[in-house]
């Protein structure tokens, strides 16, 4: 049985990088994660931390082995699942959109063929084109989903737009914006009563630090 410090799950990646910025500033010491090599667990006085694959992080939190996660409201709409989404750290904000090729299909929602629509987000894909009425046929895709406009594979693709630097360099325009994103805080179901004193600390460190950059 675990003792009572808690167990964050953080993405790797981007979103590690802002993170460990706001632990830091809320007084932690991560100085261990700038010669990180490949170690995946590190112990701070805190709260233990363990660097997770953004899926994985909800995996993790809806078992219960880790108590909070730190992941995108992107992974959130895809996966669903059981645990409370408690804050919007503010960083990592990026959205999700509707793009096709620069010039044509200006009108994505128009026409009677079924048109054929890419991306790393299914479900999220699925859902938008349910609220437009509007029958796709969706192709998962694992990243750099900008070719398969390009290839020919689709008309357009449904992804995470953050600087529109991908789209622009490879002839792609936005058609819809979708959802604004960024990084949330989630947390098991029986940590939150478990663990309440616990998490209730922290979010009130995250709250002072992060206020500022929520809108
Ligand atoms: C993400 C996203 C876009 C790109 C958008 O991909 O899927 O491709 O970033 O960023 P921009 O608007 O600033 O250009 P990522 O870099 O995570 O790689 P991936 O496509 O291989 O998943």
Redesign the pocket.
């Known amino acids: 049985m675990r003792n009572n410090k808690i167990r964050i799950a953080l993405t790797k990646g981007r979103l590690e990088k802002e993170a460990l910025g706001l632990f830091g500033e809320m007084g932690w010491d991560v100085s261990a994660f700038s010669d990180k090599g490949r170690r995946l667990i590190f112990t701070l006085p805190g709260a233990q931390i363990v660097l997770a694959k953004a899926p994985d992080v909800i995996t993790y939190v809806e078992h219960g082995v880790c108590d909070l996660g730190i992941t995108g409201k992107d992974m959130i709409m895809e996966y669903g699942g059981r645990y409370f989404e408690v804050a919007d750290f503010g960083f990592g904000r ?1 959205k999700f959109a509707l793009a096709s090729k620069k010039g044509e299909r200006e009108n994505f929602f128009e026409g009677c063929e079924i048109k054929t629509v890419a991306s ?1 987000y299914p479900n999220v894909t699925r859902r938008f084109f349910e609220s437009k009425g509007m029958d796709v046929d969706i192709v998962k895709i694992e ?4 070719l398969a406009p390009l290839l020919g594979l689709a008309d357009g693709i449904v ?9 622009k360099e490879n002839g792609l325009e936005i058609r819809e914006e979708i959802a604004d994103i960024s990084a949330r805080l989630i947390v098991n179901t029986v940590s939150m009563k478990m663990k309440k004193p616990e998490i209730d600390g922290f979010l009130r460190l995250v709250e002072s630090k992060t206020q500022e950059k929520v809108k």
Request: negative net charge; proline residues 0%; hydrophobic residues 35%.
């Open positions: 990026c790393k990243g750099s989903v900008e992804d995470l737009v953050e600087t529109g630097a991908t789209l």
